[in-house]
């Protein structure tokens, strides 16, 4: 069965940090290219950070750049966000996401809430 799980979410105080976890069964990680995405309260999903199935191209939204860093072990089938300088418009429920675009295969989480307040 497949299946992505994410966890590592909760309340953190503006500045603060939090690393997420999203890890991955049923199928073979290590080809597809995962990305992390999220979504606020009224506004659509948007892409967060994006890398390639062996890690060597890696993408940011502008707004996340220098704070934020995606990484994956494949040995472990996990994908990693590591969010530093949390801002309370990271707030989102945040969804890894596990996609091969050419076969048409692609994969979600359920999501973890991230809220960044003081």
């Known amino acids: 069965q497949v299946q992505l799980v994410e966890s590592g979410g909760g309340l953190v105080q503006p500045g603060g940090s939090l690393n997420l976890s999203c890890v991955a069964w049923?199928?073979?990680?290590?080809?597809?290219?995962v990305s992390w995405y999220r979504q606020s309260p009224g506004k659509e999903r948007e892409l967060v950070a994006g890398?390639?199935?062996?890690?060597?191209?890696?993408n940011y939204q502008d707004s996340v750049k220098g704070r934020f860093t995606i990484s994956r072990d494949n040995a472990k089938n996990t994908v990693y966000l590591q969010m530093n300088s949390l801002k309370p418009e990271d707030t989102a429920v945040y969804y890894c996401?596990?996609?091969?675009?050419?076969?048409?295969?692609?994969?979600w989480g359920k999501g973890t809430l991230v809220t960044v307040s003081s």
């Open positions: 996401n596990a996609r091969r675009k050419f076969y048409g295969l692609d994969y």
């Open positions: 890398i390639s199935s062996g890690g060597g191209s890696i």
């Open positions: 049923g199928f073979t990680f290590s080809t597809y290219a």
